[in-house]
């Protein structure tokens, strides 16, 4: 044999040789029984010419699979990306709540899930929106879930509206297209939005990076300490990096470069050890408090001005996802999920949320979303709830009912919930203190010349798309009774009668 063919040979030995250990170490492909597959390029058919046979299960079980990969995108945030990480308790507020997860030292793996509100899965996050903050706690006591945005304050402060706001947000019935006629129709009806509006249609609502953005609870929660004792509190993600955001012009050129840029620049700082950080704050009102200010403090469209931060801990997120679906996506994070020591206020908004998140799990993911790794607590779960669809718990033997003597579940007196004195009727009103507008002057004047030139052109651009003159001099006014200036420079860019809007702007009560 020729020089070369011996070198040829040897070579084709050692990779047919590397070929077999390879295959061997490899596991096999399988079926979702578990049994292997003969071949996975070509169908079992009748013959050369025949047709397909019923009787190939391995190709049937693989269409069937990829037919139902879909499950429903949230109602809401769809589009996502997750991380998981850990929260160090450094401050001490164990005064005020029995909840382990806030003791003094302790440390607590989280998961946390970052958003946009309107558009579906795979939609532009250079989009503008509020973001969603929402993070869940696997604490020593159950799961606890701070569902957040990165705003401080919401659009309604009633749950009753929510589906309305949202069909008014989204792409519209007839055209598939979000229209800001529509928005600003609904919103006209909503002088409560403004802060919101105002924060949204200002920078924040285009956020550099997930990794840039503070995160905030929002509505009031309640501590509660081991006598039953309580007070209200805010919570408030400070994030260490910084907030940084984007502007109109800013935004068009990462859109045309990068438009997956909030998830792209997570994961990546992520993969390369640059871990985000974030202060947890909360803010702290004694039940003999909330008479004490010019709005309600159970009013989610409300700051709590003026009443000083308290640092708890701080949060690191440092592994992406292994797998997207599995974890970012059939992640259900719920307000309702609560520990001993946490929990809800009266906030109106809030008690709805208690109820739309659990529900619509059941529907987006399944009867047993709780069992899946990525919502299960880390501690043992000994419930009667029972059976449906999904099923992978592992209750065993034949008492599934309580109370019983053959084997009895106890429940702990510090696990009830505290007390909350009541006077008065059943009622449908809204809220005696409504200070509308406010805040949203006061967050217009804390912008710099530049954020509130950005505010102008932000909001002028849809609020320009409105037709209808008394929608549009409606929303004028209300921007104008937060801030004359505000209302005056809208005007202007609308090219609208400025004195108009200040007499419609002089008739409304804050
Ligand atoms: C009554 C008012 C509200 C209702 C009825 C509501 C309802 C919902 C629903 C049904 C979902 C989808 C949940 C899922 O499929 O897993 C959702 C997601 C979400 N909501 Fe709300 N929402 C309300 C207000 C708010 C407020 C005030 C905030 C912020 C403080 C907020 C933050 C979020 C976040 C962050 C998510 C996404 C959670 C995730 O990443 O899975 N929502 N909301």
């Known amino acids: ?116 509100v309107i558009h579906g899965n795979h939609s532009p996050e250079t989009l503008r929106d509020p973001r969603g903050f929402a993070t869940k706690f696997y604490t020593s006591e159950g799961n606890w879930d701070l569902v957040g945005n990165n705003l401080p304050v919401f659009f309604i402060r009633d749950a009753i509206k929510f589906p309305d706001m949202v069909h008014s947000l989204k792409p519209s019935p007839d055209t598939n297209v979000q229209d800001p006629a529509r928005v600003f129709d609904f919103f006209s009806h909503v002088p409560e939005a403004t802060q919101m509006l105002t924060r949204v249609y200002s920078d924040y609502g285009t956020p550099r990076s997930y990794r840039e953005m503070d995160g905030n609870g929002v509505h009031a929660y309640k501590l509660v300490d081991d006598q039953g004792g309580y007070v209200y509190v805010k919570f408030h993600w400070d994030s260490r990096q910084g907030e940084h955001n984007l502007s109109g012009a800013q935004i068009a050129s990462v859109q045309g470069r990068d438009f997956n840029h909030l998830s792209n620049d997570l994961m990546k700082a992520i993969e390369r050890g640059d871990y985000p950080k974030w202060d947890l704050y909360v803010q702290i009102l004694k039940p003999d408090q909330l008479d004490q200010f010019a709005f309600n403090p159970l009013d989610a469209t409300k700051v709590w001005t003026g009443v000083p931060e308290v640092k708890v801990g701080t949060m690191t997120l440092d592994r992406n996802p292994a797998n997207i679906f599995q974890e970012t996506e059939q992640a259900a994070f719920a307000p309702a999920n609560l520990v001993p020591g946490i929990e809800p206020s009266e906030d109106r908004l809030l008690q709805g949320r208690m109820f739309s998140y659990a529900d619509t799990q059941l529907y987006r993911v399944g009867t047993n979303v709780n069992q899946l790794p990525i919502n299960a607590p880390k501690v043992a779960v000994n419930s009667n709830n029972q059976d449906g669809e999904h099923n992978s718990g592992a209750r065993t033997g034949k008492v599934n009912y309580e109370p019983s003597r053959i084997q009895p579940k106890p429940q702990s007196d510090a696990a009830r919930y505290s007390a909350l004195p009541l006077s008065g009727a059943t009622q449908q009103a809204r809220i005696a203190k409504t200070l509308n507008f406010r805040q949203a002057g006061e967050f217009y004047r804390s912008l710099s010349a530049d954020e509130r030139k950005s505010l102008i052109a932000n909001l002028a651009g849809d609020l320009g798309q409105v037709r209808d003159e008394t929608t549009m001099y409606t929303m004028l006014s209300y921007f104008h009774k937060a801030d004359a200036d505000y209302g005056t420079r809208l005007a202007q860019a609308l090219k609208r009668d400025v004195a108009k809007v200040k007499s419609l702007s002089d008739a409304l009560s804050d």
Do not use: C, W
């Open 1 to 116: 044999m020729p020089h070369r063919s011996l070198i040829a040979a040897f070579v084709s030995a050692q990779l047919l040789l590397s070929g077999a250990a390879f295959a061997q170490a490899a596991p096999p492909l399988t079926r979702d029984n578990g049994a292997a597959v003969g071949d996975n390029q070509n169908s079992q058919t009748a013959g050369a010419d025949g047709p397909v046979l019923l009787q190939d299960v391995h190709l049937i079980q693989k269409l069937q699979r990829f037919d139902r990969e879909r499950i429903p995108e949230r109602v809401v945030h769809a589009r996502g990306t997750g991380a998981h990480g850990s929260f160090v308790v450094t401050g001490d507020i164990s005064r005020y709540t029995r909840a382990k997860v806030f003791q003094p030292g302790t440390t607590t793996p989280v998961f946390v899930r970052f958003s946009t």
